[in-house]
């Protein structure tokens, strides 16, 4: 019962979130800044529920959006491009997964102080890939840099779950 529960809420959410991207789009026009942030809110909700499908498009916007507002070096680029590692990650698209990660770890690099969370955050999941790559070596690095920040917790199978 309590899975339908969260099933339900999670589908409410995703409800709640189109209405206000449907808002923001109205009241801002398709290309403001804050509707980037109503369609990653969005996006979210379906990543949270392994639907990637939809949360991908979602980001991809969010991403041009913020691109041309404030610049592809932008701190808020590194959110979406970490968004988007993951997801490729869990499809198994190691290369581009890859590319994402590593563009939102230079930029993180470059404009966050050494312990911001998100920073620790694109570590982790970057340090997964290398590890399911085999890459013990830039993993275990990366890993021991995310658990600085982060505290530490176990590589898993789903990195998510971190």
Do not use: N
């Not at 789009?25 to 949270?48: K, V």
């Not at 932008?74 to 970490?82: K, N, V």
């Not at 581009?96 to 590593?102: C, H, P, S």
């Not at 930029?107 to 790559?133: K, S």
């Amino acid at each position: 019962m309590h899975a339908l529960a969260d099933l339900g809420f999670r589908l409410s959410s995703r409800a709640l979130y189109r209405r206000v991207l449907a808002i923001h789009e109205q009241a801002l026009g398709a290309d403001h800044p804050q509707l980037a942030e109503a369609l990653i809110e969005l996006a979210d909700r379906h990543e949270e529920d392994h639907d990637y499908a939809t949360a991908e498009p979602l980001y991809q916007r969010a991403h041009a959006i913020r691109e041309r507002a404030f610049g592809a070096d932008h701190p808020q680029m590194a959110l979406i491009l970490t968004r988007l590692g993951g997801i490729c990650l869990s499809r198994e698209e190691d290369a581009q997964a890859e590319a994402f990660l590593a563009r939102a770890l230079a930029i993180q690099e470059q404009a966050l102080p050494p312990d911001h969370e998100d920073l620790g955050e694109t570590l982790r999941i970057l340090g997964y890939l290398y590890a399911r790559q085999g890459k013990s070596g830039e993993a275990q690095a990366l890993a021991a840099r995310a658990d600085a920040i982060l505290g530490e917790a176990p590589l898993q199978a789903d990195w998510r779950k971190t």
